[in-house]
């Protein structure tokens, strides 16, 4: 019997989202990306979270500790527009899988741009021509805005300068893993893991009903 996926290697791990045994290969190269790994799986899990002390342990050694540091402190501030930020970005990157982690650091840079732009006091929405820069520019910017212009949030509001901030905050991180790990969409795997799949209620009952 051979793996489903490459139709060479012996298929040793049972793979939740395919259904069938799998290799460790296929396992390893393609979890998170082409297959949709469910949140119980164990060689996802632990696959990720190894992955991921691996880069921070690299990230450390290269920035040094205080960028992690700087992150929780900004994080502690306001953790519902990180929240926000990345449920947004794990949305646009589930939609469509072809996104890679330079997308979002140029969607990132085209963002801490015109706020930084705002700060001047000219407003100006910077844009690229690459449709999924864009998009996360236009997601990034529509929730700083909300969190910003919007009183209703109360105690959440944000000011231009902790906006700024925290996108700079994303967008360091993006590029450090843009730059270091040949994974392409590594830093969307890795929000991800935070943000499993929210399960949609399904309408069934609104489509059976047929109104003439
Ligand atoms: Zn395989």
Redesign the pocket.
């Known amino acids: 019997m ?8 012996k ?1 040793k791990r049972y793979c939740l989202a395919k259904r069938t045994s ?6 390893g190269e393609k979890r998170g990306v082409e297959i949709n790994c469910p949140l119980d799986c164990q060689y996802y899990v632990e696959g990720q979270k190894h992955h991921q002390q691996k880069m921070m342990q690299q990230r450390i050694k290269k920035d040094g500790a205080k960028s992690y540091v700087r992150k929780a402190e900004l994080y502690k501030h306001n953790p519902e527009l990180f929240a926000h930020l990345e449920k947004g970005f794990v949305g646009i990157f589930r939609a469509d899988k072809n996104l890679t982690t330079k997308d979002l650091v140029s969607g990132l840079d085209l963002a801490h741009k015109t706020l930084e732009t705002e700060k001047k006091g000219i407003i100006f929405q910077h844009q690229s021509g690459n449709n999924y820069a864009d998009e996360i520019s236009n997601h990034v910017l529509g929730i700083v805005s909300h969190f910003k212009d919007n009183p209703e949030v109360g105690e959440s509001r944000i000011n231009l300068d902790f906006a700024i901030l925290v996108v700079k905050e994303f967008l360091d991180e993006a590029r450090f893993y843009m730059e270091n790990d040949p994974n392409p969409k590594s830093y969307f795997i890795y929000l991800m893991r935070y943000h499993p799949e929210e399960v949609v209620p399904v309408q069934a009952e609104s489509k059976l009903i047929i109104t003439p």
């Open positions: 051979k793996c489903e996926l490459c139709d060479k290697r298929p799998i290799c460790p290969v296929c396992c």
